[in-house]
């Protein structure tokens, strides 16, 4: 049943002074960018015009990683496929529905196979339509019209069919986007200092585990010890996969690729003996990595377990390091681990095969670099161990801020709440 103040459409329930109006009632032009091979009129950047393709679409904005060029004939030879500022493009083939809203930056650029959508922005907000058509609702009904069986696709004329539900004053969509356009710029502002934050830690991992960079009140020289010089090695329990979903918590080699450290709270279980338990339980501070790997790059990767209120088993593809007291310092062995110079020296010693593989001889024989007191590797430990805490409140943030964009999506775009 509907709320008094809403209306049934096909576009789903929107406020009674809404409407739900096929793209075609509010477009000017929809068409095809160019359709064909265009490799050959593609030229270097500056000496010709942009030539967008789909993976160039994100949601309500770009990602110019790849962009082409082509040369000035083919620009004015396909002016069809000219953009202007305000026009919405939408993927076509690939990640079908996937929309954005031409900049000015943009406008007399061409196109490469995306559907061209150009309003009369009399009745509709290009970008108030691009928001609703990259939100669930708009997603989920865009699916509906696609068709193809090995390769989806959209059809222009389809798309003028399309119904999208909007308010009838041009200021609500305004508002309604204009919001939304600030949700995605504080998302995309996190995003920029995550990356940045995330570069920083990198490259502070690289001077101060190699000894390039000694915090005060450090000297001496470093030295190349082993990992089983600096830690104890054991590897981990095989079970058959009736044992399975019952007993006690289980990291397996897909748990150490999860953050800093390992989530206990998405665990496994498995069925092991109290003997089982007492060899091969995890203690805080020791180091889980994997000794099988599908893909090279994924081999030895490690993962701290901080601790848990229950006792925590690991997989017999993975191996546990447990620093040894008095010598090395859990923190810096982990970070030691995890930097490119010893991930580099995993991936050339492991073994290829159907899987890619290291054995107790190359997990024993892993080189990491130390300082010569263990108050330096602590020290060491301690500014990553803060640059990591810094990284994860901005991630917690950004996924708080994308939740309340998405929580913004349902209730504007359907008129749950209005702004003006």
């Known amino acids: 049943m509907v709320k008094p103040g809403y209306k049934q459409t096909e576009a789903g329930v929107i406020p009674e002074d809404w409407g739900a109006e096929p793209l075609g009632e509010l ?56 953009l202007r500022a305000g026009d919405v493009l939408t993927v076509q083939t690939g990640d079908v529905g996937l929309t954005t809203v ?55 004329g389809d798309m003028l069919q399309f119904s999208v539900p909007l308010p009838s004053s041009l200021p609500e969509q305004q508002a309604i986007a204009s919001a939304l356009l600030d949700a995605d710029e504080l998302i995309g502002s996190l995003e920029q200092l995550l990356t940045k934050k995330r570069q920083i830690k990198q490259g502070a991992m690289q001077e101060l585990l190699t000894g390039k960079k000694r915090l005060p009140g450090f000297s001496g020289e470093w030295k190349v010890k082993t990992l089983k010089q600096m830690a104890e090695i054991a590897p981990g329990i095989n079970k058959p996969v ?51 790997s599908v893909k090279r790059e994924g081999i030895g990767y490690p993962s701290q377990f901080l601790g848990c209120v229950e006792p925590v088993v690991f997989s017999g593809f993975t191996y546990r390091a447990r620093a040894r007291k008095g010598i090395t ?63 994860e409140a901005l991630e917690t943030k950004l996924t708080k801020a994308r939740q309340v964009k998405q929580g913004m999506m349902q209730e504007l775009l359907t008129g749950r709440i209005r702004l003006v």
Request: hydrophobic letters at 35%.
């Open 329 to 391: 310092d859990a923190a810096y062995l982990f970070y030691s681990l995890r930097l490119n110079e010893t991930r580099r020296w995993l991936i050339d010693n492991s073994q290829a095969s159907a899987l890619t593989n290291i054995n107790q001889r190359i997990a024993d024989a892993i080189p990491v670099k130390i300082p010569p007191t263990l108050p330096e590797q602590t020290a060491i430990a301690e500014v990553l161990s803060d640059m990591d805490a810094e990284i």
């Open 242 to 292: 009736s044992e399975m979903g019952r007993g006690s918590l289980y990291v397996t080699v897909q748990d150490v690729y999860n953050g800093t450290s390992i989530r206990t709270e998405r665990l496994g279980r498995i069925h092991v003996s109290p003997e089982e338990i007492q060899s091969k339980a995890l203690m805080p501070g020791d180091i889980v990595f994997g000794k099988s």
């Open 27 to 82: 477009t000017l032009m929809m068409t095809n960018g160019f359709v064909g091979t265009a490799t050959r009129h593609y030229t270097d950047e500056g000496k010709g015009v942009r030539y967008i393709h789909g993976y160039n679409v994100i949601a309500n904005s770009f990602d110019f990683h790849g962009v082409k060029f082509v040369d000035e004939s083919f620009h004015r030879a396909h002016l069809k496929s000219c």
């Open 102 to 156: 031409v900049t000015d930056e943009l406008a007399g650029s061409n196109c490469h196979a995306l559907i061209i959508s150009r309003f009369d922005q009399k009745k509709a907000s290009p970008r108030f339509v691009s928001f609703y058509l990259n939100s669930g609702q708009g997603r989920s009904r865009l699916k509906l019209i696609e068709i193809g069986t090995t390769m989806k696709h959209l059809n222009v």
